[in-house]
């Protein structure tokens, strides 16, 4: 199948509409029939400022990058972007076109 990675980025403890953003992605994600997504938390990294973040055992409230991915189609693409730009969530993203599947037939 061909479709896209579709892939957001934010900060670990990044709120929206009172919730963790990148659970409100995930949820608004499978409200909408997106068949699934997953979230990743990254362990060091640095942004657009140049200032390095790495995980450690005092840190309370994490600034660390969650990866927040879907592998769609086009339209579910378009849906998700339309969606975090109508809401105003503050996210970075990257699409790129891919090929994807299963090593199995599905039963």
Known sequence: ???YALRFYMHES?????MLLYE???EQ???RGIHGGSAFRA????GRHGRMQEQSFF????ELTVLVEFLVSAEEADTLLALASEDKAPLFWSRYAIEYGTTTPRA
Do not use: C, T, V, Y
């Open 29 to 31: 994600a499978r409200h």
């Open 24 to 26: 409100w992605l995930l």
């Open 43 to 46: 362990i060091a990294g640095f």
């Open 14 to 18: 990044q709120k929206h509409r009172g």
């Open 1 to 3: 199948m061909n479709g």
């Open 59 to 62: 840190e309370l409230a994490s």
